[in-house]
């Protein structure tokens, strides 16, 4: 994957602030730039003799840079890298190369006591509000936590700020004392959002932080992330598959495809103009809530669609070069020989093919 | 296939002793005979024809009222697209008409005419020659709904060799057949795989080719996309619909997302709390729904095929429990606009009115003031 790195990724693609953008991104440097991320995990094989017989390429050569007070969010389907990426952000796993820097820090190799003050200001949101909050917890006990662990003494105590938080999310503060369990699926994810805003984080990386709730919740979720954006200025990350909802609350999106980033733009750009042929596919295959009617003969319409075949290939063995091109209806020789660089195609519209769309 | 005969659950149902487990044998409980007579007795024409039907659940902790009077019909060849979020009772609907509780487990009323033959009142046996041959259903998570220990090929003979005289052989081609049918690469190889060989996208439809293997006339699909992604989704929808115009049957489409239902259904059932809030064809209420509740769910779905939308029109609150449900309308905790009924929404239960042609609304709101609001909101939107 040589050619990505012809382009300089690091700094051309690092986020012009400001401009066509509805909320406030304050000239400046970036809040969070990661260059060449790559994770490779080792498949083992062999009870006594452990050896790698192959390698799982999760995330491969992916660089971006998030502004602050932006939104970046990243998209693609599942076993495209996007969890992994998340998690090396946070570092919750080690990158195999690459680079993260985060508010002029490099964090890729940091102790973990070193990273500890910096812990504070980068927080996570988990997809599931089932398993990530400690049922034998009180909501007291799990939204105080980061008071703890980091030993921050409060103005007003722990017990105060963690009710001014469980407001600030839109719960009942004198739950205070209650345990997960007896709160719905949406409650619970305002209880992580409480978590993760007690220690006034600059970033937060959210991982599918709506998917695993209803609709109707679903919504409420999404008006409460971008309130607290706006109130506190916040800068996100967001990971998720279903390309309406990060429409709606990104700025900037990434997309990815087994471990590659094939497309990264502002999201009106992306969205009329898209440049990669899987994001136009992915675009394609959102089914639209505009009922279909049927012909004079009662046949069912048909939108018209790209269809893709197939399944994603497996990380395990990905196609060479494009790794698109299996599945790419625009396939030529090139895109299996030599890998296309993510280039800029529009001004902050990047996208890796040899046949951009819409150009 | 499960079949609910297990009376494990007996023992919950508590102050319901011995008389009740006598009549287990014919398969239903006396709360049976109990409908309530406001059901016309008209012989049915089409092939689904639900009427009142109710499904509830004794519990310690009070009686779940899942299903509580849902009437509905559904035709050869169409589409019906139930919507609703969890806990709506959309499951426990289809999962009520193949026949999987019966007075072991639940109290069930009302009747389920397929092809003019009540489900509610046949016997076991008879349930279960149906099950499988005329009525089918895909179910939502593949991995689970396959059984580990058996290859595909076996789980697709089953039901074919069970409803049908065939021998070993003739199952098997004709099992062949089916996962051509239903996309698979090189099926007769892959009919010795295991669940776990196949990916996600390719389970759904070995699961399709299963409920498809005896060409059943009803076609229950219980979220058949949600566990995939969606450039996998567009290609199951277009499968189920293809398979649909080639075998005529009758599908239901039970979802939360309307994005799928738009695709595939001609008529849309919106269930709110086990009840019925709103029911016409997909044109009907997705151009002007008059029930507050669709308004709620189309508000709260970021939409690409609109500008972007500012703020995202959620619906407030939560879905209630199915113990306690509230009084009046259920949804009336929820509801922007129950101020306007004069309190009657707090009160009094809503009846099934219907606002157009084929378009039944249970809502206090007089039909201009759904209207109204509706034109209003949709401006905001677009």
Redesign the interface.
């Known amino acids: 994957m040589t050619g990505v790195r012809e382009s300089p990724p690091g700094t051309s693609v690092t986020a012009q602030p400001g401009q066509a953008r ?1 909320k406030v991104t304050p000239a400046g440097d970036a809040l969070l730039t990661v260059t060449g991320l790559t994770k490779h995990f080792p498949v083992m094989r062999g009870i006594i003799f452990r050896r790698a017989v192959g390698q799982v390429r999760a995330v491969d050569d992916v660089s971006f840079s998030v502004a602050p007070g932006e939104t970046l969010g990243i998209v693609g ?2 076993g495209c890298g996007k969890t992994t990426t998340a998690r090396m952000i946070v570092r919750l796993v080690e990158p195999t190369a690459g680079k993260i820097v985060f508010d002029g820090h490099d964090i890729t190799h940091l102790r973990q006591g070193a990273m500890r003050p910096l812990r504070r200001e980068i927080q996570m949101i988990f997809q599931d509000p089932y398993s990530s909050l400690n049922p034998r917890h009180t909501v007291g006990t799990i939204v105080g936590a980061p008071f703890r662990l980091q030993k921050v003494k409060t103005e007003k105590g722990t017990k105060r700020s963690v009710q001014e938080l469980l407001e600030l999310v839109g719960l009942n503060p004198e739950h205070y004392n209650r345990y997960p369990h007896e709160f ?1 699926g ?2 619970r994810q305002r209880i992580g959002i409480a978590r993760t805003l007690a220690l006034r984080p600059k970033l937060i990386v959210a991982d599918e932080p709506v998917s695993a709730l ?7 979720v ?2 409460l992330l ?1 309130d607290l954006q706006n109130e506190l200025g916040l800068t996100y990350v967001i990971i998720a ?5 990060i ?2 609350v990104c700025d900037r999106i990434a997309v990815m495809y087994l471990g590659n980033l094939v497309e990264l733009a502002d ?1 009106d750009d992306l ?1 009329a103009r898209p440049r990669h042929p899987y994001t136009v ?3 394609s ?10 012909t004079a003969d ?3 319409e048909r ?1 018209e ?1 790209i ?3 197939g ?2 290939p497996s990380p395990l063995n990905p196609p060479p070069a494009c790794r698109f091109h299996t599945r790419c209806w625009k396939a030529q020789d090139i895109c299996k020989t030599e890998a296309p660089p993510l280039a800029q195609r529009a001004p902050g519209h990047f996208a890796a093919c040899h046949f951009p769309e819409n150009s | 296939m499960a079949d609910g005969e297990s009376p494990a659950q007996e023992s919950r149902a508590g102050g319901r002793p011995a008389r009740l487990r006598a009549r287990d044998r014919r398969g239903r409980a006396p709360e049976v005979q109990a409908t309530d007579g406001a059901v016309g007795e008209s012989p049915p024409s089409a092939l689904l024809d639900l009427r009142d039907l109710r499904i509830h659940f004794p519990t310690d902790d009070g009686l779940v009222k899942a299903v509580d009077g849902l009437t509905f019909t559904l035709d050869r060849g169409r589409t019906l697209g139930i919507v609703g979020e969890s806990g709506s009772g959309k499951s426990v609907t289809s999962l009520g008409i193949l026949g999987l509780y019966n007075t072991g487990n639940a109290q069930m009323s009302g009747k389920i005419y397929l092809d003019g033959e009540d489900l509610v009142a046949a016997d076991q046996a008879r349930v279960r020659e149906l099950r499988g041959s005329k009525m089918a259903m895909i179910f939502q998570d593949s991995l689970s709904a396959l059984h580990p220990y058996y290859t595909i090929g076996d789980q697709i003979t089953e039901a074919y060799l069970i409803h049908n005289k065939v021998s070993k052989k003739a199952a098997r081609a004709h099992a062949v057949d089916l996962l051509k049918r239903v996309g698979i690469p090189q099926a007769a190889r892959r009919l010795d795989d295991y669940p776990h060989q196949f990916s996600g996208g390719m389970r759904q439809r070995a699961m399709i080719a299963m409920a498809l293997s005896c060409d059943p006339e009803l076609l229950i699909a219980d979220e058949p996309t949600t566990a995939l992604d969606v450039t996998v989704q567009a290609q199951i929808l277009d499968l189920i619909s293809e398979l649909q115009q080639e075998y005529d049957s009758a599908v239901i489409m039970i979802t939360h997302d309307l994005g799928v239902v738009a695709e595939l259904a001609d008529d849309i059932l919106v269930m709110y709390a086990g009840r019925m809030a709103e029911y016409g064809s997909s044109e009907d209420v997705f151009t002007h729904p008059g029930h507050p509740y669709t308004w709620g769910l189309l508000g709260s779905m970021p939409r690409l095929d609109r500008s972007r939308m500012d703020r995202l029109l959620s619906i407030r609150g939560t879905p209630p429990s199915l113990i306690n449900v509230p009084a009046g309308c259920p949804f009336n905790p929820r509801c922007d606009y129950a101020a306007r009924t004069n309190g009657r929404s707090e009160t009094e239960v809503p009846a099934l009115r219907p606002v157009g042609p084929g378009h039944l609304v249970a809502c206090h709101l007089s039909t201009d003031e759904q209207r109204r609001i509706w034109a209003e909101r949709d401006k905001v939107a677009s």
């Open positions: 509805g389907e599942s719905s949406g409650q209803d609709v109707s919740i679903q919504a409420q999404i008006n971008e598959h279903d390309l309406s909802v429409r709606h999201r969205y596919a992915l675009l295959a959102v089914p639209s809530p505009e009922p279909v009617g049927r009662g046949r069912r939108r669609r269809r893709l075949t399944d994603v």
